[in-house]
Each structure stands twice: as C-alpha cells, then as structure tokens.
T-cell receptor
C-alpha cells in the first residue's frame, strides 16, 4: 500500500545545472499537484496535472520550470539552469477524484533541492 | 497579507496540556484542510472540513464559516504531537492556499 513516492529526497545542484524531481502518485490516482515550500514560507501551488495533460500551471515560474505526467511513469518537475533562489522543498500530492477543494490530497515526502 | 493566517506561529506546551491552533482566512472557501508536517518534512492530511466539527482520536477540528475561522485542538498533548500544523483553504477548485504553519513543541 505504497503512498506517494518522491525521489530523490535530497538533491544538490550547482547554479546553471538542471534538476529533475520525480513523483509517483498513489496507486489508482491520476491527479498530481506540485507545491514549493520556500524557507520560512508556506506551501505554494505550482501545477496540477492529469495523465498526459497539464491542467493548471498558473503557479509555475514562466521560465526554466516545466512539468509533465506521461502516460507511463512518474510525474517529472524539471528546473533548468537552477539558481540559488530555487533552493526549497518541493512536494507533490495526488488525489483520486477530479481536482476539487474537497478532495483529500496525499502528499509525498518531498524533495529538498539545494543549489550551491 | 497572506489570505490564510495562522496563530500562533510557535507554540510550546507541556505534555498533557490542551492545545489550540487557529486559522483565519479571507477568501470564500468550500473546504478547509488541516495538515501535519513532521521534522524531516513528510506531510499528512489530518482533516478536511466544510462545516461544523470533526474528531479523530485526540484531535478535534472546528470551522465557523461565517467568521471565516477554524481551530485545531489537541487534547492530552504528547511529545509525539510535536510538528508543524498547517491549514489550507480550498476555494471553488483544487487550488489550496496555505498558511505558514504553526510549530508545536510538546515537552515531556
């Protein structure tokens, strides 16, 4: 009965490198959400995806960030040319039913990205 | 100003004390979520409220829609309750607005 899985748990990158964060939703869940938690800040919505579709990316920075949720495999959050300000914890969550405020979202353990 | 405000930011209690964490929101919502984040970062969903009150073990969550306010109570607190407690407001869709969290430390 695996929950939401994220890897890696910790990721260190130098400025200018690429970061790839992976999220495997709970079995049977086809709705995935990515959140970013900056130090001393609350979680902030980044993007909502369903299989093969980006539904809402209104919380994503316009440049360098992209997300996908392919038909097979995990959801990927990709950050190109990382900068120190990208250092944060990135959480993904999944839900069983179509994205509503009343849905329970199940969170992964997060990936802590450190940019040197 | 954040649309979801929590108080207090930090709370220290002795084992056995009754704990209350407050959450006020300024937007219309259809659901209010309480989450728990342990040291090491994992986040667990505790409650989803649309109205009234819910209870699970020693945890009780209440919401007053008219006053746009929710509280999370912990009875007979224990050191293992030490964590960050986060409230999140959900409007008409999936997009949640999160408070900054309340860091609870329960000392033995």
């Amino acid at each position: 009965n695996a929950g939401v899985m994220q890897n890696p748990r910790h990721l260190v990158r130098r400025r200018g490198q690429e970061a790839r964060l992976r999220c495997s939703p709970m079995k049977g869940h086809s709705h995935v959400y990515w959140y970013r938690q900056l130090p001393e800040e609350g979680l902030k919505f980044m993007v909502y995806l369903q299989k093969e579709n980006i539904i809402d990316e209104s919380g994503m920075p316009k440049e360098r960030f992209s997300a996908e949720f392919p038909k097979e495999g995990p959801s990927i959050l990709r950050i190109q040319q990382v900068v120190r300000g990208d250092s944060a914890a990135y959480f993904c969550a999944s839900s069983l039913t179509s994205g509503r405020a009343t849905d329970t979202q199940y969170f992964g353990p997060g990936t802590r990205l450190t940019v040197l | 100003k954040n649309e979801v405000e929590q108080s207090p930011q930090n709370l220290t209690a002795q084992e056995g004390e009754f704990i209350t964490i407050n959450c006020s929101y300024s937007v219309g919502i259809s659901a209010l979520h309480w989450l728990q984040q342990h040291p090491g970062g994992g986040i667990v969903s505790l409650f989803m409220l649309s109205s009234g009150k819910k209870k699970h073990g020693r945890l009780i969550a209440t919401i007053n829609i008219q006053e746009k306010h929710s509280s999370l109570h912990i009875t007979a607190s224990h050191p293992r309750d030490s964590a960050v407690y986060i409230c999140a407001a959900g409007g008409s869709n999936y997009k949640l607005t999160f408070g900054k969290g309340t860091l609870l430390t329960v000392n033995p």
